[in-house]
């Protein structure tokens, strides 16, 4: 084991809720995170296996789109469910965490630990700026996703 952890905020802050991990990692950066490796991904399943190879903990934060429809409200998830819940569409990418979990189960090449903190969207449009709902659960995200750091390395 590494002891490597990296966060990655997954989305696109030009299609406005989908700025959402982007976002997160922009906070975490100018507060200053020096435990984590920080990095802003599209989703791209090749880019995220680069990205966390060899981390033993990953932590990603992101937007997703919920049947649900409760914008601005968050989800800790593991590897195994998050795979799922994007699998089912959820995510706001075509091809994403989901299909990046399982190329990397079956390379040998999964982390120790994977944990998704997600916000649930109300605008994916292109354009700037996040939700007022997305925007207000922001902080709350940010913490989840700093917590997750700190137990990574105990």
Known sequence: MTGRVVVIGVGNPFRRDDGAGPAVIESLRSRGEPSAELAVSDGDPGRLLELWRPADSVIVAESLRSPAGRPGRLHTL??????????????????????????????GRLPHAVVVHAV????FSVGVGLSPAVRAALPALVHLVADSVRAAHR
């Open 78 to 107: 593991r590897a195994d469910r998050a795979a799922r819940l994007a699998a089912e569409s959820a995510s706001t990418h075509g091809l994403g965490l989901a299909e990046a979990l399982a190329l990397a189960a079956a390379l």
């Open 120 to 123: 649930e969207g109300a605008d």
